[in-house]
T-cell receptor, first 111, second 116 residues
Framework: TQLLEQSPQFLSIQEGENLTVYCNSSSVFSSLQWYRQEPGEGPVLLVTVVTGGEVKKLKRLTFQFGDARKDSSLHITAAQPGDTGLYLCAGVPYTGNQFYFGTGTSLTVIP | EPEVTQTPSHQVTQMGQEVILRCVPISNHLYFYWYRQILGQKVEFLVSFYNNEISEKSEIFDDQFSVERPDGSNFTLKIRSTKLEDSAMYFC??????????????FGEGSRLTVL
């Protein structure tokens, strides 16, 4: 089992603040994805990163894949209430054809 | 827009009963998965399915669990004799390219299973 630990587990911030969510593992992944899940729905893909050190931006969201391909971070600038949800990282190991999900970070942005 | 559909949305069952959860993946997708989520937090992998057979399964997926793709469109998860700890939200997901080709996972809305 490939263990992906996310921190923090819960985060409650005011609208307009910045935040960073971390996804760490001792395992190396060929790629890593970030999903967002809203209550009552399944997770929805935000981004895929495949190259060590890669940085991708999606409007106010910045994703980084660690140089060693073992960790990733998600930074949100000027958070908005619409960013509220459960953020999940998912790694794909070099062996096996499945996605291992992280422990999840529940974000609440207060207006 | 194509989507993964799951039925039922909620099932309540007695411990020891058999349960079948149904999924219709996106039609051109080749890789199918079942995950479960307890208390709205960690998403746990159960099984992956490709080319009409199981490609991987987790320690959770023991002899009480089975999957089937009976007719080329449905993808079912059967729990033979449910236990209290099987209570969870079960998600079906499909992917056109699969994990190793960095394909995207498309999830259904989930089936909530409550075992009493």
């Amino acid at each position: 089992t490939q263990l992906l630990e996310q921190s923090p587990q819960f985060l409650s911030i005011q609208e307009g603040e910045n935040l960073t969510v971390y996804c760490n593992s001792s395992s190396v992944f060929s790629s890593l994805q970030w999903y967002r899940q809203e209550p009552g729905e399944g997770p929805v893909l935000l981004v895929t990163v495949v190259t060590g050190g890669e940085v991708k931006k999606l409007k106010r969201l910045t994703f980084q894949f660690g140089d060693a391909r073992k960790d990733s971070s998600l930074h949100i600038t000027a958070a908005q209430p619409g960013d509220t949800g459960l953020y999940l990282c998912a790694g794909v190991p070099y062996t096996g054809n499945q996605f291992y999900f992280g422990t999840g970070t529940s974000l609440t942005v207060i207006p | 827009e194509p989507e993964v559909t799951q039925t039922p949305s909620h099932q309540v069952t007695q411990m020891g009963q058999e349960v079948i959860l149904r999924c219709v993946p996106i039609s051109n997708h080749l890789y199918f998965y079942w995950y479960r989520q307890i208390l709205g937090q960690k998403v746990e992998f159960l099984v992956s399915f490709y080319n009409n057979e199981i490609s991987e399964k987790s320690e959770i997926f023991d002899d009480q669990f089975s999957v089937e793709r009976p007719d080329g469109s449905n993808f079912t998860l059967k729990i033979r004799s449910t236990k209290l700890e099987d209570s969870a939200m079960y998600f079906c997901a499909s992917s056109e390219l699969g994990a190793l080709n960095t394909g995207e996972l498309f999830f259904g809305e989930g089936s909530r299973l409550t075992v009493l």
